[in-house]
């Protein structure tokens, strides 16, 4: 079945602990991005990859990094979390001409 | 700057009715259009993916159309029911090689269809 699949779906960590969520996708799409979700303000991009080794800052990339070591994988990196980083984190990827996939979503609790 | 907005934010209907959600961009030039459908608190699901060459799309009782010079789409759901009721995005994606293809989203309507 053709999917992106995040990891994990539910996270409560404290400011300043690193974490990562992952994404995966099995379709070999080029193109992998990076939304947060917030009430009121709708989704936005925070980063996303082109390709292998090719990734670029979003609208609201401050505080996150990224990665894309290999096609298929595409993790999101908190170094440093702090509370306005609570939010509903959505991977998603696409081909050239194909719909954007979006995973199941990550729900963020940063106390 | 690509703007997207959907009006109106929120719908309530009655179950059997026919209903259009609309959608308006800001800058023509675009590469496709996507409408989505979302559940509260879970992902986007892809219902309809309008290429900039082609007017309409359909799938089952969900029809939607793309007038690029005037910078609209809209969704139209047919018979609708109680399932149907969800958050409607759309999608628009712009050029393919400027800015990476990004898709910029709407706020989305959110549909209420009671029994």
């Known amino acids: 079945e053709a999917q992106v699949t995040q990891n994990p779906r539910y996270l409560i960590t404290v400011t300043g602990k690193k974490l990562t969520v992952t994404c995966s996708q099995n379709?070999?799409?080029?193109?992998m991005s990076w939304y947060r979700q917030d009430p009121g303000l709708g989704l936005r991009q925070i980063y996303y990859s082109m390709n292998v080794e090719v990734t670029d800052k979003g609208d609201v990339p401050e505080g996150y990094k990224v990665s894309r070591k290999e096609k298929r994988n595409f993790p999101l990196i908190l170094e440093s979390p702090s509370p306005n980083q609570t939010s509903l984190y959505f991977c998603?990827?696409?081909?050239?001409?194909?719909?954007?996939?979006f995973g199941n979503g990550t729900r963020l609790t940063v106390t | 700057k690509q703007e997207v907005t959907q009006i109106p934010a929120a719908l309530s209907v009655p179950e059997g009715e026919n209903l259009v959600l609309n959608c308006s961009f800001t800058?023509?030039?675009?590469?496709?259009l996507q409408w989505f459908r979302q559940d509260p608190g879970k992902g986007l699901t892809s219902l309809l993916l309008i290429q900039s060459s082609q007017r309409e799309q359909t799938s089952g009782r969900l029809n939607a159309s793309l007038d690029k010079s005037s910078g609209r789409s809209t969704l139209y759901i047919a018979a609708s029911q109680p399932g149907d009721s969800a958050t409607y995005l759309c999608a628009v994606r712009t050029g393919y090689n400027t800015n990476a293809g990004k898709s910029t989203f709407g706020d989305g309507t959110t549909l209420t269809v009671k029994p």
């Open positions: 800058d023509s030039a675009i590469y496709n």
């Open positions: 379709m070999n799409h080029e193109y």
């Open positions: 998603a990827s696409r081909g050239l001409d194909s719909p954007l996939h």
